[in-house]
């Protein structure tokens, strides 16, 4: 039997099951029901005396019969009421004169249950000596294991402790408020953003056109696009900065014309002397060339294209502003 137990606790502890301890008068009460019948002793034990919400219940059937008798003990698995959980354990047979014992152990968790007790189940018993040997079942009485008694109610004011306890989020929370707060920075950045865009384009709806030419222009040259050699977007984005200041300076829809048809428009306008225009026509066809009939450029023409841009626009505002004095 000794063998037996050592097994038991150590299967408990390698499962990561903790043992029951008790203080000393809890281990000195024991449940005992004796279903004894005949020549089998069936003897039921159980440890505390009183089913504890929090306290394993351990529970220990032995029988013991002669030699010449074979026992075959129940699972009793689905027997029990009341608890959670059953792990059983079996131990080996162990013959001591001429005695046969036979000895299940069972951990059991209760639940929150009105009444605790093992069903009644049958013993199967095999008699040896007769040819051919002859079976029987010894059917047990049920056995209700005593739950602990209520406490007794207690009047007055329950003790609060002064000081709140704090209980740690779970997982799914702390996840839950770093998603929440990744949102809510996500947010507030487009909504910088988004006030960025509008106080820009407030400034740049204020400023005159050259002023607005030259910071588009600025914004174009810190993409850096020749260096990339992203020839196209970078032509096409610099005749939009002209077309765009044409369009604020002489009411001219240059933006959304053909290269053809601005340079038909601009002959008739008084804004645009042959001289201008004809360096507007040089400008506007090169960049043609780039956009659309895949010509090379390189970062040299790309530099000369902006100074061409610059310097039309340097000149044209300084004789748009030179009329409105005069005027």
């Not at 019969?65 to 075959?72: D, F, G, H, I, M």
């Not at 209520?150 to 329950?158: D, I, N, R």
């Not at 369009?247 to 008084?270: C, G, I, N, Y």
């Amino acid at each position: 039997m000794k063998f037996c137990a050592s097994r038991f606790i150590l299967a408990l502890f390698m499962a990561g099951l903790p043992v029951f301890t008790a203080s000393a008068a809890a281990t000195n009460t024991t449940f005992t029901a004796n279903l004894s019948q005949g020549n089998v002793a069936i003897t039921l034990k159980a440890e505390p005396a009183q089913v504890k919400m929090d306290h394993d219940f351990m529970l220990t059937l032995h029988v013991a019969a002669p030699s010449y008798l074979t026992v075959a003990l129940p699972d009793l698995h689905d027997r029990f009421h009341g608890f959670r959980s059953a792990d059983g354990f079996v131990c080996d047979p162990i013959v001591d004169h001429d005695v046969t014992h036979y000895e299940q152990r069972w951990r059991l968790i209760p639940e929150l249950m009105r009444a605790y007790r093992l069903a009644p189940f049958a013993v199967q018993v095999t008699d040896t000596r007769t040819h051919p040997a002859t079976t029987s079942w010894l059917a047990t009485r049920p056995v209700v294991f005593p739950p602990e008694p209520k406490p007794t109610a207690v009047g007055g004011l329950p003790d609060v402790s002064p000081h709140p306890f704090w209980i740690p989020p779970t997982l799914r929370m702390v996840l839950s408020w770093i998603a929440w707060t990744v949102l809510a920075l996500a947010l507030l950045a487009a909504i910088i953003y988004g006030l960025y865009r509008l106080s820009r384009h407030v400034r740049e709806y204020r400023m005159t056109p050259r002023e607005r030419a030259f910071a588009e222009l600025e914004r174009l040259l810190r993409r850096n696009l020749p260096t990339k050699h992203l020839y196209k977007d970078f032509y096409i984005e610099l005749t939009m900065v002209v077309r765009r200041y044409i369009e604020r300076a002489h009411t001219l829809h240059a933006p959304e014309q053909t290269t053809e048809e601005f340079l038909t428009e601009a002959a008739t306008h008084p804004g645009f002397p042959p001289h201008v225009l004809a360096r507007l026509k040089t400008f506007l066809e090169s960049a043609d060339l780039v956009k659309f009939a895949g010509q090379e450029a390189t970062p040299k023409t790309a530099d000369e294209s902006v100074q061409t841009a610059r310097a039309y626009i340097t000149t044209d505002a300084d004789q748009v502003e030179q009329k409105k004095v005069k005027s």
